[in-house]
């Protein structure tokens, strides 16, 4: 990163507080599931319920007690992180490599047509007319009917779905700045050079979009986790028993006035590592973006 | 020779002792006198599709149904088939044909007398080959139904309907008759449903869909509004034929409302009774012993189950479902939720022929790993090897108690003997399509609620052969059973109750022994009503009775600040 850039990262107060969740949700997902050593599918029929027959609170043996099945919620929240990350970080991959693809080719073939006259036809035209059609469907719209049309959805599939219904927007901002670049003078150059056309976008093109794909790639992350989540949360996701923060939320939600931790726990957690991957977004967008925090 | 209300006798010797407690109103606790007038306020979380006797059958329309029609026959609160719309019932000794005297001088809605020419037509205009009826096949055994509803081909293949239904006739103005062609134990039980109850004149004598907007039959309320998925507002019947009822001036029900918003509507006495509970405030209600009195456990009138596919691998062999059976602790799986009972049998408590004493399926690891063995899949819980080698999809609607709350326990407990269950939601109309047909599901929820309280109900439209068809069959397990379907056959024409009940027991003999279910447990439901609210009544077939409530109208105004101090929770 430029030492400006770094600089600028870290003035930035959300940058570094983003920073920080990010980080703790990576360990938590890493090394929490050796640290705690539960099991996140088992029932502990010893474990009880509360007073009223609600599930049990936290204890000794269940920090963070035990949802209605018996299981242990802390196991659950660590397990579901981990589920979270690789369905965000994938996903977002996934998308990032589409959006980024079609943004390219939609950016760098702008004002150019394919075949004779009026026949021709404009690259960038259909990609972005279809971009257009894609983002007329309310995006979480559109993964709820994919996922409810699956036969059978596992972390593959999510994953998925996710990608490749969210890399819309990202063609779009990537063939934006495609059209900037593409028109500057090294690029003009490297053309006139006798470049291929996809050697100049990986060389000259590519890296500089690329401080713009870090930030939606990160920003991109926390929307998955959310969507990973709202799917779960409307039994559109992963199946039981797999422990997914928005199923601990959906299943926490009929306990809420007896057992609130149920329904706090993967709140929070979701929150924590929504926020922190939009914080530390926003940070770098503003630490590579010297126009509006210059140096 | 005719001997008067042989059957209807009969029938009630064997619910008054097989029937779990249909418990009286709750109000009858409290020794107040009637009084008149009022408006209930009522709620539900779903909403009313019909409200045409001929085609409405569902949990949301049934309590509508009761208060705007009258069948010729009903079940009395001991479990016991009374008249009602008829006066007498007699029953010939071979059982074949029935005789109804009729009440004078009811009136319809519109205030036109209703006769037995009305019965006659009604019970036509529901059973007409073109009229969307569910379960028409009820009264199959009313002679001359076949060529009425299904028709008869003739030698060049067009299908006739005779004009009229040949076993049902008018022997007077308030006399009619009805033949079957064949003794039939479930005739007199299904007569208590709403599908043939009498209705207007404006009903027709065909089945129009318009007609629905304005139901008019003779029931002890009218259709004064409904606006359409919002409210339901009925009035009093003037010309009920019980002049001491209705004591209510009008009921209004208040349609998709959400368990949580009916909730607090009844805590700030907006809301009379209180059904449809979360788990959660059930529990707080129970436990508040204020609330005793005017709360009840309404018997358990369904079971649910996990069905096994009985001709597809892997449970074509009896003893990998003996295993499946044996393998799950039910008791634990429901120990947790109120409203679930485990249960060891089909029938539920509120059915005729449910015994407590009965021992069907039990939990018991030994044996389950032991018909491992025996089906040829041994599994060593110490190393975790063997068992069955493929995953086994279970299937089941979203959303449901059944996939939150117990199949995870069901996983864990059935990988103790080596089966690997995996879970599949899917929406409840691709469930019942995917269970529906011939070799598509191995697996999946099962279960049934009663739609009278009778056991020929619960066997026939599940397990019986003759309910297996390539799709859309109730018979998901694809369960044939030469033994049972004889039983069964017998005891629907069977009419010494003794007899018949025999014969279900050795159907729950059988289900327990080739377990096409695994059964699991007993849904019931808990309800409260205010205070003030009295004469509230569990229905013997369905929901809630409202047809005798009455509200003490004083300790209404008066009982608001009671209400908030009687919440279980939050202030005291």
Known sequence: MDPRALRRFRSHRGALIGSAMVLFVVLVAAFGPMVFGLDPLTSDFESGRGAAGEPAGPSAAHWLGTDSVYRDELARLVYGARLSLVIGVAASALSLLIGTTFGLLAGYSQGRTIGPGVLGVSLDGIIMRIVDIGLCFPFLILVMAIGAALDETTVGTVLVVLGSTSWLGTARIVRSQTMRVRDLDFVTASRALGQRTPMVLVRHVLPNVAGTLIVLGTISVAQMILAESALSYLNLGLPPPTPSWGTMLLEGQRYFAGAPWLLAAPGVAILVAVMGFNLLGEGLREALDARESPP | ?572
């Open chain 2, 1 to 572: 020779m005719r001997r008067r209300v042989r059957a209807l006798g009969a029938m009630a010797m064997v619910l008054g002792t097989a029937c779990e407690g249909l418990q009286g109103p709750i109000g009858e606790r409290r020794d107040v006198p009637p009084e008149r007038g009022g408006t209930l306020e009522l709620a539900n979380y779903s909403d009313v599709r019909s409200l045409d006797p001929a085609v409405a059958f569902d949990q949301t329309s049934i309590p509508f149904l009761q208060l705007l029609f009258t069948p010729l026959v009903d079940y009395a609160p001991d479990g016991r088939i009374v008249p009602l719309l008829a006066e007498r019932v007699d029953v010939a000794s071979d059982g074949l044909r029935h005789s109804f005297k009729l009440r004078e001088g009811v009136l319809f809605h519109d205030g036109q007398e209703l006769t037995a020419d009305d019965v006659k037509r009604s019970i036509e205009r529901a059973l007409d080959p073109e009229t969307p009826c569910p379960s028409p096949s009820f009264y199959a055994s009313i002679a001359g139904y076949s060529p009425f509803h299904d028709g008869v081909k003739d030698p060049a293949g067009k299908v006739a309907f005779a004009p009229h239904l040949a076993g049902v006739v008018v022997e007077g103005r308030y006399a009619l008759r009805i033949d079957l062609s064949e003794p039939d134990a479930t005739f007199l039980p299904a007569l208590t449903l709403y599908f043939l109850a009498p209705v207007c004149r404006s009903g027709g004598s065909k089945y129009a869909r318009d007609w629905n907007s304005a139901p008019c039959g003779s029931g002890p309320f009218r259709l004064q509004e409904w606006s359409a998925s919002r409210e339901i507002t009925l009035r009093r019947h003037d010309g009920y034929f019980d002049p001491g009822l209705p004591y209510l001036d009008g009921i209004r029900w208040s349609l998709l409302v959400r368990p949580l918003t009916q909730r607090f509507k009844f805590e700030k006495g907006e809301l009379d009774h209180l059904r449809q509970l979360h788990a959660n405030d059930l529990r707080a209600y129970r436990g508040d012993p204020r609330w005793q009195p005017f709360a009840q456990w309404e018997p358990a009138k369904g079971t649910e189950a996990v069905f096994l596919n009985t001709q597809m691998p892997p449970f074509d062999k009896v003893e990998l479902r003996r295993a499946f059976a044996a393998a799950v602790d039910w008791k634990r799986v429901v120990a947790a939720q109120p409203d679930a009972v485990a249960a060891t049998q089909m029938l539920p408590p509120a059915v005729a022929g449910h015994d407590p004493g009965f021992v069907g399926q039990t939990y018991d690891r030994e044996k389950a790993l032991a018909h491992m063995r025996r089906a040829g899949y041994p599994f060593d819980p110490a190393t975790g090897r063997g068992g069955y080698p493929e995953p086994v999809t279970f299937v089941a609607p979203t959303d449901t108690a059944m996939v939150e709350n117990f199949a995870p326990i069901l996983q864990q407990q059935l990988a103790k003997i080596g089966i690997r269950m995996r879970i599949k939601q899917v929406s409840y109309p691709a469930y019942l399509a995917e269970t529906s047909r011939r070799n598509r599901v191995a697996l999946g929820y099962g279960g049934w609620s009663m739609d009278f309280p009778d056991a020929s109900d619960f066997f026939e439209p599940t397990l019986s052969s003759d309910a297996i068809q390539e799709e859309e069959t109730q018979n998901r397990a694809f369960f044939a059973d030469s033994e049972f379907d004889a039983l069964l056959k017998r005891a629907h024409h069977e009419l010494d109750p003794l007899a018949r009940a025999a014969m279900y027991r050795r159907c729950e003999e059988i289900v327990r022994d080739q377990v096409p279910w695994a059964i699991g447990f007993h849904q019931r439901w808990y309800e409260l009503v205010q205070p003030y609210v009295h004469g509230y009544a569990v229905d013997a077939k369905h929901t809630e009775d409202m047809r005798a409530v009455w509200i003490d109208a004083g300790a209404r105004t008066s009982g608001r600040d009671l209400l908030a101090v009687m919440r279980p929770w939050g202030r005291r």
